[in-house]
């Protein structure tokens, strides 16, 4: 999981969201966005993006590969890849690779949630 860093204010939401698209556009409709925006295009709250306005159905794919960092690194032949569609695209171009698999890496800090464990312990369980 990653800590969140979309802040409108100075200060960052710093909940623990999980590294997906899907999970990322969820959380940010949730927690940060008013009710009422209907705007086609938005500006990235993510702490520090100078980012030039975008389509509010790219976000989250921006979120997770410029401030997660997310790189895809084939297991055949080593190409990195920045998103996943990309290295879809490298799969199907380059038949060795299409069962080799890929291997994900981030570029922020991450951390590991036992929520079984947490949950064991008392921990309060909020989802996206």
Not at 39 to 47: F, G, L, M, P, V
Not at 62 to 87: A, I, M, N, Q
């Given at each position: 999981?990653?800590?969140c860093q979309w802040?409108?204010?100075k200060n960052?939401?710093?909940m623990w969201v999980i590294g997906t698209k899907a999970f990322i556009a969820s959380h940010i409709r949730?927690?940060?966005t008013k009710s009422r925006e209907d705007r086609k295009a938005t500006k990235c709250q993510w702490h520090?993006?100078?980012a030039k306005e975008m389509l509010k159905d790219?976000?989250?794919r921006h979120v997770v590969s410029v401030h997660l960092g997310e790189v895809f690194f084939c297991k055949e032949c080593g190409e990195e890849s920045p998103r996943k569609d990309v290295y879809e695209q490298?799969?199907?171009r380059s038949e060795g690779c299409r069962v080799a698999g890929a291997?994900?890496?981030y570029n922020t800090e991450i951390k590991m949630v036992d929520a079984h464990e947490a949950l064991r312990r008392g921990g309060a369980v909020r989802s996206a």
């Amino acid at each position: 999981v990653h800590q969140c860093q979309w802040a409108r204010s100075k200060n960052p939401c710093s909940m623990w969201v999980i590294g997906t698209k899907a999970f990322i556009a969820s959380h940010i409709r949730k927690w940060h966005t008013k009710s009422r925006e209907d705007r086609k295009a938005t500006k990235c709250q993510w702490h520090g993006c100078d980012a030039k306005e975008m389509l509010k159905d790219s976000i989250s794919r921006h979120v997770v590969s410029v401030h997660l960092g997310e790189v895809f690194f084939c297991k055949e032949c080593g190409e990195e890849s920045p998103r996943k569609d990309v290295y879809e695209q490298h799969v199907e171009r380059s038949e060795g690779c299409r069962v080799a698999g890929a291997s994900v890496t981030y570029n922020t800090e991450i951390k590991m949630v036992d929520a079984h464990e947490a949950l064991r312990r008392g921990g309060a369980v909020r989802s996206a």
